[in-house]
Structure formats: C-alpha cells, structure tokens
C-alpha cells in the first residue's frame, strides 16, 4: 500500500496571488505542443509557418479552457452549477472536461481552417500529434491535486488518497498519464512520421484517446453527483469516450479508402 504525497496544490504563493500546479500543468502542455508545433512546422514540405502555429496554439488555448469548462458543467454538474451559476467562472477550483476541451478545439479548427484554406481534417492531422503531452501534464496535475482518483483495490500499488477514505485506490491518474500521455503520444507521433492519407492521423488520436479513456474508466470513481450511468458500469467518461472512438475508427477508414 502507498500514500499519496499530499502535494500543496499551491506551487507559488506571493502576497495575495497563488500559482497552483494544476495552472502550471496547463502551461507546460501549451508550451510543449506549441514546441513541438513549431518543429513540425520547420520540417521541410510541412506546409505550415511558424507564425501559423504560433496562432493556432494561442487559439486552441482559449478553445480548450472555455470548452473544458463549459463541458463540465453540462456534462458533469448542471443542477449545481444552475444553482450556483458564479462558480461556472471558479476554474481554479477543479472541474474541467476533455470531451468539451476537444470540442472547443474543434471549433478552432474549424474556424482557423477557414482562415488559411485547410480543411478539418487537415488541422486534425497537424494538431493531434502535440496534444499527449498536454494531457500527460493534465493527469499529473489531478495527480498532484488528488482528485479523480480510481475505485478501491488490494493491488500492491494501491494507493490511499486524501478524501479518498482509508482504502487504497488505483491511482487511475497515473495510469492514464502513461496511456493518454505517453503510449498516446509515441504512437501518434511514429505514425505521423510518414506521410498518411488526409484524416488517418487525426482519426488514429481519436480512436486510441477513446480506447484507453474507456478502459481506465473500469477502475477510475465515479463522479459522486453521478454514479453509474447505466448497467452498474458504465460511466460519464466512457459515454462520452464512445462517440470519440466510433468517430475515430470512421476517419481511420475514410482516409484509407479514399487512399486506395
């Protein structure tokens, strides 16, 4: 059995500002894709400008806080949030949703698509491979917090949580840092490697994201304003993750067979 660190979630305190590492984690995902973008972007023939990426990031950041936030609220908590509609503005208090992050970076997509003569699946294929080590940050900063924490097991990693009872727990945070952060992030970046056909790599991101999120749901806690959505298993994340798998597995085909 192992207990959590009890990590401040206050990184920096000066007077009356605090920097919590949940903040810090966000930056360090931005700044990695928007490194690795630049890279990308200087590789010969990759159609892309420095200053676009540049752009892209700036725009995608926004989508994805603005996304994730109103994600939570409709697909986690909205009778709390009608009820108490000032803290939609709370952030800093926890509550963000990939699901509504994606699709607000799909509107940025879209919309900056538009803007520079590429289409949707263009922009997926470029922005995919920089957006694991966003979400490995983002599961150590839950890590960190220790919130999201997994359901109870007698595994000898089990690990005990502040408010999390006395039982050890899958650190789910963990193992979905190494799924969505790291084995995301290698495969997506070898496949992309090669030129693809237009809307394979994006299509790839979707389907394995989905997979991996689907599978750790298994032993992730459920919200506890939610439960189960149906059959005694089945969650809010893997409801969600469906879609995203179905969709991925469509684009994957889509772009193969218009290939051959």
Not at 33 to 54: F, I, K, M, N
Request: contains cysteine.
């Amino acid at each position: 059995m192992l207990l959590h660190p009890a990590i401040d979630p206050v990184a920096l305190q000066i007077g009356p500002l605090a920097v919590r590492w949940y903040g810090l984690m966000y930056m360090i995902g931005f700044a990695a894709g928007w490194s690795l973008g630049r890279w990308r972007a200087s590789r010969p023939g990759s159609g892309w400008t420095a200053r676009e990426v540049d752009d892209l990031i700036a725009l995608c950041m926004f989508g994805l806080i603005i996304g994730a936030r109103v994600g939570y609220v409709l697909f986690y908590d909205p009778a709390y949030f009608l009820a108490h509609p000032m803290d939609v503005l709370a952030i800093w208090k926890g509550g963000m949703s990939f699901h509504g992050g994606l699709a607000g970076i799909c509107l940025c997509l879209w919309w900056f698509g538009k803007k520079t003569g590429r289409t949707f699946t263009q922009m997926g294929d470029f922005l995919t491979p920089l957006c694991a080590p966003g979400l490995l940050a983002g599961r150590m900063g839950n890590f960190i917090n220790g919130e999201l924490f997994g359901r109870p097991t007698d595994l000898p990693w089990g690990m005990v949580f502040p408010g999390g009872g006395i039982a050890p727990r899958h650190p789910s945070q963990l193992y979905e840092a190494g799924l969505e952060g790291v084995a995301l992030f290698a495969i997506v970046w070898l496949f992309s490697a090669k030129k693809r056909p237009t809307g394979a790599v994006g299509g790839l991101f979707a389907l394995l994201y989905g997979s991996f999120r689907f599978l750790v749901e298994f032993v992730r806690q459920p919200d506890p304003q939610l439960g189960f959505i149906a059959f005694d298993w089945l969650t809010m994340g893997q409801l969600l993750s469906l879609p995203l798998m179905l969709i991925g597995a469509w684009l994957l085909w889509r772009a193969y067979r218009r290939a051959d």
